[in-house]
């Protein structure tokens, strides 16, 4: 991997962490050419403090390591964006990330939808709101609606309204969101199972 670390004055290049499985930026750090040549040979993400001045292998005393899976250069070979499975948080504050943010796994607007469904489940009244209303009368009605929206679209796949059989596939996703939280789960817990089956 050639990458150019003359573009700067101190022969250093900006370094971005990101966990291997959230996508989640973790931190930014510094490499120069004996950072990056240890970070291959011992699989551990190492800098070059510019405080110590010195090289730097993160979770050398925390024992918060970075265990390498990836490395690739940006277009202009002056950039690294280095995937990892992190041990432990990574900040030195003690939070996930140098963002003061969880690592949690986000699924975009899935998770924005499961946000707003428990908000509304928490917050919001029947008479408005038809999340709250089916929470209102309680799980049986929660787990018939699911049941419903699966039929309708095993009729849709089974038609050619390729419309039909996603519109009906939406509502099945968005009534299984609520079974979830319902039963005290969210999509995360599903795909624990799933990661679990994969081995």
Known sequence: MKIDFTKNTDG?????????ETK?????????????DKTLETNKVTFFSRSKNRLWTKGEESGNFLN??????????DT???QVNPVGPTCHTGSDTCWQETNNQEYGFISKLEKTIKD???????????????????FNK??????????EVVIEAKDSNDDL?????????????????????????VISVLKQRKK
Do not use: W
């Open 80 to 82: 690294l964006l280095i």
């Open 12 to 20: 250093l290049t900006p370094t971005i962490i990101q966990d291997n």
């Open 68 to 77: 390498l899976i990836s490395i690739k250069k940006d277009c202009d070979d």
């Open 142 to 151: 929660i787990a018939q609606k699911v049941g419903e929206e699966a039929v």
């Open 165 to 189: 059989f996603l519109s009906e596939s939406a509502d099945l996703l968005f009534h299984y969101l609520i079974l979830l939280q319902a039963k005290g789960f969210q999509l995360n817990d």
């Open 24 to 36: 989640n930026v973790l931190m930014m750090g510094y490499m120069n050419q004996e950072a990056l």
């Open 120 to 138: 509304r489940k928490e917050n919001a009244n029947p008479d408005s709101s038809y999340i709250a209303s089916l929470f209102a009368k309680g």
